[in-house]
């Protein structure tokens, strides 16, 4: 057996020039692995969200015999890796009493939180810590970014269901019972916090290249001058990574490009006429009708280089938020939560379907590329607990006894997959499970869980 030697991670970085975090290479070891013991590549935790439930004839499997063989169309993306996924099945919400006139104020609130705002305290934010904030206390001092918190949509949502403070409205992250934690919706201000560079006050994220050829440049020649000392594997995770990093860049470069040309065009602006005396472009913001695939893959991706890099092990992605979200992409063109309201229309329910079935497979696009990344002795995914749900069962009714989720990677060897199963069992239940496989001591239940849901365990 050739012993190749463990090449310390820190000099590497240094080697390179620059603050890039690295992809796990089977020659350097994690901060936190015993010297001379084998690197075990960490578990990470992520959450994706889309509001207002499902059609739940479309989304649950006939049978466990069939969930791998016969999947149903709302998550037929998910095919390649259903092995890899686990389905569970009768996971109740936060019943919403007092706050019955409030579903879509408490949908995603209690989602990561399992647990009802105080009533005496409607106008203010005080609920509970949540279950992704609960991760990053235990392992956020390893990492550069404690958790990632990304969204599609501004998170400036009013609505005043039973007084309720508009926060809970759009977010899902609580640093405390009285902090929410803000989600990012710019991808390139997303891409310079993974290589830890800020744009300077009084700038716009068009107005000079935050992430600068020269420093991608310096990256990949220092990267060179690493691989001579690595052995074949490493070379292909070295380059893989950076061309991961260069398409991330373009397809964000793209993106401003196309809202860049389209504001001028609006302002009666040729793009092709702009002088350098016009005025700077305006901030950049994903507007409703814009090709919302392309944009939550670009997010999709940046949380792949995230966990890839141990930039950070836990992240949430918003998908959507109730209300005023639209799915022209689809042909459709009303909003997903009047479709929600669907009477039980057979023509209306499919467009739901379709919503849902979209949402799922941007969740499908990351988790694939998550399994196509080597890590270690197996896969990216292999590493992760990637979690995709809905606060509402059925958006019609707004019931909340049976949450749609979808779990996909191994957690290191923690969960058993490639099964879908039925229990009895409550959000802060399933909370508490995911955040034991991820290895997070609780000294409490979270919100109203009274377990773990130990079938999904591989114990």
């Known amino acids: 057996m050739i012993n190749t030697p463990m090449l310390d991670r820190r000099n ?44 739940m004839r479309d989304f649950w499997p006939t049978s466990p015999e069939k969930f791998l063989t016969e999947p149903p169309k709302s998550i037929e993306s998910l095919r390649p890796v259903l092995n890899q996924c686990l389905m569970v099945k009768g996971v109740s919400g936060v019943p919403i009493k007092p706050f019955n006139g409030a579903p879509h104020a408490l949908e995603l609130s209690t989602w990561l939180t399992a647990t009802l705002p105080n009533a005496d305290h409607r106008n203010k934010i005080d609920i509970a810590i949540s279950a992704d904030q609960i991760a990053a206390n235990y392992v956020g001092g390893l990492t550069a970014l404690p958790s990632l918190e990304l969204a599609t949509m501004p998170q400036t949502h009013k609505e005043n269901q039973e007084g309720l403070n508009e926060g809970y409205y759009s977010h ?10 803000p989600a990012e919706i710019n991808p390139r201000n997303v891409l310079n916090r993974l290589f830890g560079k800020t744009d300077k006050p009084g700038t716009t994220s068009l107005q000079h290249d935050p992430l600068d050829r020269s420093m991608l440049d310096l990256v990949i020649g220092g990267a060179r001058e690493l691989r ?5 594997d ?63 893959q670009v997010m999709c991706d940046l949380n792949v280089l995230a966990f890839q890099t141990n930039t ?3 992240s949430t992605y918003i998908g959507s938020t109730p209300n005023g979200v639209t799915y022209p992409e689809l042909g459709l063109s009303g909003e997903h939560h009047s479709f929600t309201h669907h009477q039980n229309k057979d023509e209306t329910m499919s467009k739901v379907a379709a919503i849902t079935a ?20 197996g896969t990216l995914l292999d590493n992760c607990i990637m979690m995709w749900g809905s606060g509402l069962e059925d958006g019609n009714n707004h019931t909340r006894q049976n949450l749609p989720f979808i779990i996909a990677g191994g957690g290191g060897g923690s969960l058993k997959t490639g099964r879908f199963l039925t229990t009895e069992a409550n ?33």
Not at 228 to 232: A, C, I, T
Not at 234 to 250: A, N
Request: overall charge positive.
């Open 12 to 55: 590497c970085l240094k080697g390179i020039g620059v603050t890039l975090a690295l992809p796990l290479l089977d020659s350097i070891g994690w901060a936190e692995s015993k010297k001379g013991s084998p690197a075990k590549p960490p578990v990470r935790l992520g959450f994706m969200y889309m509001p207002h439930g499902v059609i």
């Open 172 to 181: 899902c992250s609580f640093r405390s019972a009285t902090q929410v934690v």
């Open 228 to 232: 001579k000392r690595l052995p074949q």
């Open 234 to 296: 490493d070379q292909h995770k070295i380059d893989e990574y950076l061309d991961s990093v260069r398409f991330v860049e373009r397809r964000i470069a793209a993106i401003e490009h196309r809202q860049k040309d389209a504001a001028l065009e609006k302002a009666g602006v040729s793009a092709s006429q702009r002088n350098a005396s016009d005025s700077p472009p305006i901030e950049i913001k994903i507007p409703i009708g814009d090709k919302r695939s392309e944009y939550m």
């Open 312 to 314: 950070t092990r836990v």
């Open 358 to 377: 979209f949402n799922i497979s941007q969740f499908a696009y990351m988790v694939k590329k998550m399994a196509s990344l080597k890590e270690g002795s």
């Open 427 to 459: 959000q802060g239940d399933l909370l508490s499970t995911l955040l034991a496989c991820m290895g997070v001591p609780l000294d409490r239940p979270i919100g109203i869980a009274t377990k773990q849901i130990k079938e999904m365990m591989n114990i």
